[in-house]
């Protein structure tokens, strides 16, 4: 299996013209559902140990929201990473019905739209951290302008966003849970439940679901609302994120279970 450093990166040598092109939701549904792989077709079943839980009250529960590295790096033409065709593949979609169903359950007390930028020439740096930086964006000799647009959260999220939300990129390399604002704000609003969404799934997902365990948080992994670099990577993390860490769910699901508690 490839490792989590291929999986951010090994797609950006000749990637600096992106590859995505938009799709309705219906052509998304209907072409993940034909390959039969990645997205909803990966989502486990529920590992025993959740099975026990009502998960209508966990969601119940005060609650966050976090949106990680859903940039037009991932998803618009141009795109550094657009290679990897995640607006063709219905993470987006998926997010949006989520984002959508917890602004209207009064539980849901913080949202977070966390992004991951690949240029780091400014980040603290490791010697390993150093190298690479540097090999993800080998042969990218972009203006600020041009990096500055690439970092930005993806048009249909933008329009998501409401007063109050916040907006930061991870300062590590896989979670959000060190050197960002996100510890403080969980702890000020006394959340027990993080949703989460984005991309990487084998890597930020998995990266902030466990550090959310491992700091008495409840994490749910939203499973067709993110996405591996490749889709036959999907059912693999999404088996190991719910075998050890944290349930896995459709977005279908966490409506349903809202409207339940509505």
């Known amino acids: 299996m490839e490792s989590a450093v291929s999986t951010r990166r090994?797609?950006?040598?000749?990637?600096a013209v992106g590859l995505a092109a938009a799709a309705s939701t219906t052509s998304i549904s209907s072409a993940r559902a034909a390959s039969g792989?990645?997205?909803?077709?990966?989502?486990?079943?529920?590992?025993?140990?959740w099975k026990k839980l009502d998960f209508a009250k966990v969601l119940a529960m005060p609650a966050a929201y976090?949106?990680?590295?859903?940039?037009?790096s991932l998803y618009d033409e141009g795109g550094a990473q657009s290679a990897e065709k995640h607006r063709e593949r219905g993470s987006l979609p998926a997010t949006v019905k989520v984002v959508q169903a917890a602004r209207k359950a009064k539980n849901f007390l913080s949202f977070n739209w966390i992004g991951y930028t690949?240029?780091?020439?400014?980040?603290?740096?490791?010697?390993?951290d150093k190298v690479q930086y540097e090999t993800w964006t080998s042969g990218l000799?972009?203006?600020?302008?041009?990096?500055?647009?690439?970092?930005?959260?993806?048009?249909?999220?933008?329009?998501?966003?409401?007063?109050?939300?916040?907006?930061f990129n991870e300062m590590?390399?896989?979670?959000?849970?060190?050197g960002?604002?996100?510890?403080?704000?969980?702890?000020?609003?006394?959340?027990?439940?993080?949703?989460?969404?984005?991309?990487?799934l084998d890597w930020c997902i998995e990266g902030n679901a466990r550090a959310a365990r491992?700091?008495?948080?409840?994490?749910?992994?939203?499973?067709?609302?993110?996405?591996?670099?490749?889709?036959?990577?999907?059912a693999a993390a999404m088996e190991r994120i719910n075998n050890f860490f944290a349930p896995v769910i459709s977005s279908d699901t966490f409506v349903k279970l809202l409207n339940q508690n509505a």
């Open 141 to 167: 000799n972009w203006t600020p302008e041009k990096k500055k647009w690439d970092d930005e959260l993806v048009g249909e999220l933008q329009a998501l966003i409401r007063p109050g939300d916040n907006q």
């Open 118 to 128: 690949i240029f780091r020439e400014d980040y603290p740096q490791s010697i390993f």
């Open 66 to 72: 976090a949106s990680v590295s859903q940039s037009k």
């Open 37 to 49: 792989v990645g997205g909803i077709n990966a989502i486990p079943e529920l590992a025993p140990q």
């Open 172 to 178: 590590a390399l896989q979670t959000a849970f060190v």
């Open 180 to 200: 960002t604002q996100l510890p403080l704000e969980l702890s000020r609003k006394e959340v027990k439940v993080l949703v989460l969404t984005g991309i990487h």
């Open 10 to 15: 090994a797609v950006l040598a000749g990637a």
């Open 214 to 234: 491992d700091n008495g948080y409840l994490p749910i992994v939203i499973g067709d609302a993110c996405g591996c670099q490749k889709p036959e990577q999907e």
